[in-house]
């Protein structure tokens, strides 16, 4: 398999998933700005849409959008438990928490990151994104992670969407029991190989 991603971008995700599955994998650097591989073709001639993460099977299919990506590597290693079965409430639930992280957190970040984006759309934009995270941080109260005891490709796209709050100056300092879940995801090995990988650590 081989994972295109651009550093720190959501792509990070998928690429814990694949540390975290044990699976073999090839990460190729797809920044999103240049659009460059390294071997200084076009991006878009891989996926024609121009972002990550961009998952590519051994067969050469092609898989895109992250929350799609992480549940076909957890279903590859399902000794892992990153995922729980198909067609249990559990896996519905996981679903939801990856919708959730998709389009109320995950999409929410996108204006501060925006130059154009005006002083207060940003402050809008933050309240909201707070609103959302507090709510997130109440869920968490008394479980080490989202699904409860065990760690799932939900937990590594949160960690992965809520790095964004420093760069994009969104205070979630308050949020005691976020802050303790993402140390506690910062200190998994997989992460932090993850992490390394793209130049984060």
């Known amino acids: ?7 720190g971008a959501c792509s990070l995700s998928p690429h814990i998933a694949l540390e975290e599955a044990g699976l073999k994998y090839e990460a190729i650097s797809a920044p999103t700005k240049t659009k460059l591989l390294p071997d200084g073709s076009d991006y878009r001639k891989v996926n024609p849409l121009g972002y990550v993460p961009y998952l590519v099977l051994d067969d050469g299919t092609g898989l895109r959008e992250g929350p799609a990506i992480v549940q076909y590597i957890a279903d590859q290693a399902p000794e892992k438990k990153l995922a729980p079965a198909n067609g249990t409430l559990a896996r519905y639930q996981l679903q939801s928490w990856l919708n959730f992280i998709g389009t109320e957190v995950h999409k929410g970040f996108s204006p501060l990151f925006n130059p154009a984006t005006p002083d207060e759309v940003k402050q809008a934009t ?17 479980k080490p992670y989202l699904m409860g005891s065990d760690f799932s490709v939900a937990d590594a796209y949160l960690f992965t969407v809520t790095n964004w709050a420093k760069p994009t100056g969104l205070d979630i300092s308050g949020l005691k029991n976020l802050a303790a879940y ?8 997989a992460v932090q190989r993850a992490m390394k990988a793209e130049g984060l650590l």
């Open 1 to 7: 398999m081989k994972l295109y991603y651009s550093a």
């Open 182 to 189: 993402r140390e506690r995801i910062a200190a998994r090995p």
């Open 126 to 142: 933050q309240e909201r994104l707070l609103g959302r995270l507090s709510w997130v941080d109440g869920e968490l109260a008394g």
